[in-house]
């Protein structure tokens, strides 16, 4: 493997990822849903709630696919949106009562994907791969 292949292999590294986290998130019963969804629960766990935009911002994709997102989270019944009653403009996105028991379910995956991820790897070398993927992500 060259150098210049380097990002063909982070990009298949992230779709291994992805499977891996669906894959789970099925065998938990959590079925219907994909890792962008899950992007937005997980921000809305670490949050109460979000307007549209802070969730664009949180989960780096653009407006439009997150309206799409929640929309499809909404029909599930795991979020809920409301406009901010001061200006009607903002409209705020929150977990429900069952978008909140999928913290269990979303913890024990990503503990159980950091595990896989990181396996025969040291924290030196995490803590190096770490900085030049900081590195690399500043240069764009």
Same mark, same amino acid.
């Given at each position: 493997?060259?150098?210049?292949?380097? #990002? $063909?292999? #982070? =990009?298949r #590294?992230?779709?291994? %990822?992805?499977? @891996? &986290? #669906?894959?789970?998130?099925?065998?938990?019963g959590?079925?219907? &849903?994909?890792? $962008?969804?899950?992007? &937005?629960?997980?921000?809305?766990?670490?949050?109460?709630?979000?307007?549209?935009? +802070?969730?664009?911002?949180?989960?780096?994709?653009?407006? =439009?696919?997150? !309206?799409?997102?929640?929309?499809?989270?909404?029909? /599930?019944?795991? %979020?809920?949106?409301?406009?901010?009653?001061?200006?009607t403009?903002? %409209?705020?996105?929150?977990? !429900?009562?069952?978008?909140?028991?999928?913290?269990?379910? @979303? +913890?024990?995956?990503?503990?159980?994907? /950091?595990?896989? @991820?990181?396996?025969?790897? $040291?924290?030196?070398?995490? +803590?190096?791969?770490? $900085?030049? /993927?900081?590195? &690399?992500?500043?240069?764009?």
């Open positions: 493997m060259e150098t210049r292949d380097v #990002i $063909s292999l #982070i =990009s #590294i992230r779709e291994k %990822v992805n499977r @891996f &986290i #669906i894959q789970e998130m099925v065998k938990q959590v079925d219907g &849903i994909g890792t $962008s969804h899950g992007d &937005i629960i997980y921000a809305l766990l670490h949050k109460h709630r979000l307007t549209m935009a +802070e969730l664009s911002t949180k989960i780096h994709k653009d407006k =439009s696919t997150v !309206t799409a997102l929640v929309d499809k989270l909404v029909r /599930l019944g795991l %979020v809920m949106k409301e406009r901010d009653k001061e200006d403009r903002y %409209v705020f996105v929150a977990l !429900t009562d069952k978008g909140r028991e999928l913290e269990t379910v @979303f +913890e024990a995956i990503s503990a159980q994907m /950091l595990e896989q @991820f990181y396996r025969n790897v $040291s924290e030196q070398e995490k +803590e190096a791969l770490l $900085s030049i /993927l900081k590195k &690399i992500n500043n240069n764009f």
